[in-house]
Each structure stands twice: as structure tokens, then as C-alpha cells.
């Protein structure tokens, strides 16, 4: 399995990385923005810091921002995604029209 990366966004501003990698997940703030002190922290979990967040499961906040239930049902139907994927669900439904400021999106080689 290759490493899948995605955005993080603060109310439209990149906060920092989400990866995906053999070992777990990873979440690192983008360097620009933990230098603006007024930006804050994308989670109270998640505090603003230089080193990485490492984990062995999707870390409880982005996990938090999918969808359960009946919808998240719909969701895997229509998009036709593994509900078991955690995050390839949270690459595909946390875009927009999320609740809050968080959203997550595909990273690209840009």
C-alpha cells in the first residue's frame, strides 16, 4: 500500500498534512501556519506543535467528521467507497459542507 496524504484546512487556510501510511496515520501542521499565533489548533487534541502527530488508528477528530449510520450507509452506496475505509471516506466526504472550520482534501504533487 503507497502512503495517502491529504490537506487539512483551517476555515480555507492549509493547517497542516494527514497521512496515511503502513505503520498508522500522521498529522503534521504546515510550518507556515504554526507561525501566525492567532491560527489555532485544528483540534484541542491536536495542539499547535512543530513534531508530528503519529498514530496507530485515524486520530478520533478526523474520525469524527464522517459520517455513521444511515448516512454514512448512503454515502458508501452512492460513492461507492469501503465503509470500512477510513480514511479514503474522509478524502472523499470532508471536501465541504463539513460542521466547523475543518475540512480535509486530496493532497496533489503539485
Same mark, same amino acid.
Not at 500500500?1 to 496515520?25: C, F, P
Not at 478520533?60 to 470500512?84: H, S, T, W, Y
Not at 465541504?96 to 486530496?106: E, L, M, N, R
Given at each position: 500500500?503507497?502512503?495517502?496524504?491529504?490537506?487539512?484546512?483551517?476555515? @480555507?487556510?492549509?493547517?497542516?498534512?494527514?497521512?496515511?501510511?503502513?505503520? @498508522?496515520?500522521?498529522?503534521?501542521?504546515?510550518?507556515?501556519?504554526?507561525?501566525?499565533?492567532?491560527?489555532?489548533?485544528?483540534?484541542?487534541?491536536?495542539?499547535?506543535?512543530?513534531?508530528? +502527530?503519529?498514530? %496507530?488508528?485515524? +486520530?478520533?477528530?478526523?474520525?469524527? $467528521? $464522517?459520517?455513521? @449510520?444511515?448516512?454514512?450507509?448512503?454515502?458508501?452506496?452512492?460513492?461507492? *467507497?469501503?465503509?470500512?475505509?477510513? +480514511?479514503?471516506?474522509?478524502? *472523499?466526504?470532508? @471536501?465541504?459542507?463539513? *460542521?466547523? %472550520?475543518?475540512?480535509?482534501?486530496? %493532497?496533489?504533487?503539485?
Amino acid at each position: 500500500m503507497n502512503s495517502r496524504k491529504a490537506w487539512v484546512y483551517n476555515n @480555507g487556510e492549509l493547517a497542516g498534512v494527514l497521512e496515511e501510511t503502513l505503520q @498508522g496515520y500522521v498529522f503534521t501542521y504546515n510550518r507556515d501556519y504554526l507561525l501566525r499565533e492567532s491560527a489555532p489548533a485544528v483540534s484541542l487534541t491536536l495542539p499547535k506543535q512543530t513534531e508530528p +502527530f503519529v498514530a %496507530a488508528t485515524l +486520530f478520533p477528530f478526523f474520525f469524527g $467528521l $464522517l459520517a455513521e @449510520g444511515v448516512n454514512k450507509d448512503v454515502q458508501c452506496r452512492m460513492l461507492k *467507497i469501503d465503509g470500512n475505509d477510513h +480514511f479514503g471516506r474522509l478524502l *472523499i466526504t470532508a @471536501g465541504s459542507d463539513t *460542521i466547523g %472550520a475543518i475540512t480535509v482534501k486530496p %493532497a496533489t504533487d503539485d
